[in-house]
């Protein structure tokens, strides 16, 4: 069994397509299918189904697919500890990444790593799904590292570095009824509105809880996504039930909507950007927090440019 087969096989697996797969191998379409079709004789088993209109996996295939990738990695690792002898890192890093990433300068990090270590390929891609589709695609082996939102503890099999967290806050349009006296906007004028169903602090700053919201259409990132999860926790954890009337992929943009009345919305402080029309207000007894950090998949030990990059992360993280 030729290393290579294995490669043509995962990569046919991930991209459902044998045209796409020639071209991220940068070979021929030909040369894939002879390679697959080498891989099955020699396993005595189809591997793929294939239509003129999809390419699936079989259950040979499902079966042997961990095991591919496991094979490649561990042929990786050897490359990487012949590299370090020699000096100089070599290998691909595959990372995954949220839309929006507010507390980590990722091109500067990458442009930084990029220049130390010109011998490492870096490949990245955005997660349409949020961060459990970066979990999903760490644990089956599709990318080597992520940057993830993951409400509460890890799922099984992940090692999360955590980088930031943060209390997840109400976000109102100024004119609200929740947005009570004392409460501010944010350009910092006072936000005269009738006190009664906000709650009012000691030291004067209006709060709300998840019952004073539970009534207001929601405008929320897509299931999946970290602060999603958190804020359905919460409300799950209360007994409550809410609407969420607008799902929004980039969390940079949920206040946008909120601003225009199209509904509030509970989420973390740092996606909220200054201007008039917004009032932001604590939110009492749910306890939510919303969670960054960078994982990997702690089944593979990480080659040698993933500690790289995880040492060059931790060396951001403490210029902060």
Not at 113 to 128: C, I
Not at 191 to 209: D, F, I, L, W, Y
Not at 213 to 234: A, I, M, W
Request: no cysteine; aromatic share 4%.
């Amino acid at each position: 069994m030729e290393l290579r087969h294995l490669v043509y096989f995962v990569t046919v697996a991930e991209e459902r397509n044998f045209s796409r797969a020639a071209q991220r191998l940068r070979v021929v379409q030909s040369g894939v299918s002879a390679a697959i079709r080498a891989l099955e004789r020699e396993l005595g088993t189809p591997l793929f189904e294939r239509t003129s209109q999809r390419v699936a996996l079989t259950d040979a295939g499902t079966a042997l697919l961990p095991a591919a990738r496991a094979t490649i990695d561990a042929a990786q690792a050897a490359r990487d500890a012949v590299d370090e002898v020699r000096g100089g890192l070599r290998g691909t890093v595959r990372i995954g990444t949220l839309i929006s990433v507010g507390f980590v300068d990722l091109p500067g990090l990458l442009g930084q790593f990029r220049a130390e270590h010109p011998g490492v390929d870096l490949r990245m891609r955005a997660a349409p799904t949020g961060s459990a589709g970066l979990a999903r695609a760490l644990l089956d082996g599709e990318l080597d590292v992520a940057f993830v939102s993951l409400a509460g503890r890890p799922p099984a099999g992940l090692s999360v570095r955590v980088l930031v967290a943060e209390p997840i806050v109400a976000v109102l349009p100024a004119g609200h009824r929740l947005a009570g006296a004392g409460a501010t906007d944010l350009a910092g004028k006072s936000s005269r509105r009738p006190a009664g169903t906000a709650s009012v602090g000691p030291a004067g700053t209006a709060s709300v809880s998840l019952a004073d919201l539970v009534d207001e259409p929601f405008v929320d990132s897509p299931p999946g996504y970290g602060n999603r999860t958190e804020v359905d926790r919460g409300f799950a954890a209360a007994g409550l039930q809410r609407r969420v009337a607008l799902e929004v992929a980039d969390i940079a943009t949920v206040a946008d909507y909120v601003r225009n009345g199209l509904g509030v919305a509970l989420i973390p402080r740092f996606a909220v950007r200054s201007g008039d029309g917004l009032v932001t207000l604590p939110v009492t007894g749910a306890g939510l927090r919303w969670t960054f950090g960078v994982a990997t998949a702690s089944a593979r030990g990480p080659s040698a440019a993933v500690r790289a990059l995880l040492d060059m992360v931790d060396a951001h993280r403490l210029e902060r």
